[in-house]
C-alpha cells in the first residue's frame, strides 16, 4: 500500500493564480483531512471529508474548496492564491474503526 | 472549544539522557483520544504514541512513554535514552471520542527537540 501520496511537493504560485492540490489513499478509509501548517504552528483543519459525497468545512477554510466524488481522492482547490495561503498542506485519512490518523508527505506552497 | 497548550517552543537533551515535553488542554468531554506526533526535517508526520481517555495506565511504546493525568488535563511524553534521530518538532494533539464527531486531530503549536551528542 502507498498509504497517503499528495501532489505536488512544492509549488510556487502568484498572486491570483488558482491551483489544486491532489491528495489519494489506498487504505479504503472513509474520512479524510485536509489541514495547513503555518511556521511554528501546529496543523489546522481546513476541511474534511467523512464519506464520498460528504465534505464539511474546518476551522480554516475560507480561501479554499473540496469535493470527494470518491472515497480513494480528496482534492483542495486553492482558489485566486492569496499570500496568506503560503503555508504547507497535509492531507490525512482515517478508518472508522481506527483511532490513528495517516499523513501524506505534504505541499509546500508559496504564493509570491 | 478543545485546546492544546505546548509550553516549551524548544528543548534539548544529551545524547542517552531522558527528556519530558509537556502538554496541557481543555476539554469538557470525558472521552477522547490524546497523540504525540513527530515531525522531522522530511515534514513527515510520525504517530509515535497514543493515549485513550478511559485507561488509566500511562501508554509505552518502547523508550517513549506519557504520564497522562486526566483530572489535570496534562499528558506529558518523555523519551528515554534519547538518540540523535529523536530530534524533530513534536506535537501533542486532541481528538475527540463523542459519536458523530468529525475525528480530525486538534494540535499544539509544537516542541521542537534538540539532541545533542
Known amino acids: 500500500n502507498a498509504g497517503v501520496t499528495q501532489t505536488p511537493k512544492f509549488r510556487i504560485l502568484k498572486i491570483g493564480q488558482s491551483m489544486t492540490l491532489q491528495c489519494t489513499q489506498d487504505?479504503?478509509?472513509?474520512?479524510m483531512y485536509w489541514y495547513r501548517q503555518d511556521p511554528g504552528m501546529g496543523l489546522k483543519l481546513i476541511y474534511y471529508s467523512v464519506g464520498a459525497g460528504i465534505t464539511d468545512k474546518g476551522e480554516v477554510p475560507n480561501g479554499y474548496n473540496v469535493s470527494r466524488s470518491t472515497t480513494e481522492d480528496f482534492p483542495l482547490r486553492l482558489e485566486l492564491a492569496a499570500p496568506s495561503q503560503t503555508s504547507v498542506y497535509f492531507c490525512?485519512?482515517?478508518?472508522?474503526?481506527?483511532?490513528?490518523?495517516?499523513f501524506g508527505p505534504g505541499t509546500r506552497l508559496t504564493v509570491l | 472549544a478543545q485546546t492544546v497548550t505546548q509550553s516549551q517552543p524548544e528543548m534539548s537533551v544529551q545524547e542517552a539522557e531522558t527528556v519530558t515535553l509537556s502538554c496541557t488542554y481543555d476539554?469538557?468531554?470525558?472521552?477522547?483520544?490524546l497523540f504525540w506526533y513527530k515531525q522531522p526535517p522530511s515534514r513527515q508526520m510520525i504517530l509515535v504514541i497514543r493515549q485513550e481517555a478511559y485507561k488509566q495506565q500511562n501508554a509505552t511504546e518502547n523508550r517513549f512513554s506519557v504520564n497522562f493525568q486526566k483530572a489535570a488535563k496534562s499528558f506529558s511524553l518523555k523519551i528515554s535514552d534519547s538518540q540523535l534521530g529523536d530530534a524533530a518538532m513534536y506535537f501533542c494533539a486532541y481528538r475527540s471520542a463523542r459519536g458523530g464527531s468529525q475525528g480530525n486531530l486538534i494540535f499544539g503549536k509544537g516542541t521542537k527537540l534538540s539532541v545533542k551528542p
Open positions: 490525512a485519512s482515517k478508518g472508522s474503526s481506527y483511532n490513528e490518523q495517516f
Open positions: 476539554t469538557s468531554e470525558s472521552d477522547y483520544y
Open positions: 487504505m479504503n478509509h472513509n474520512y
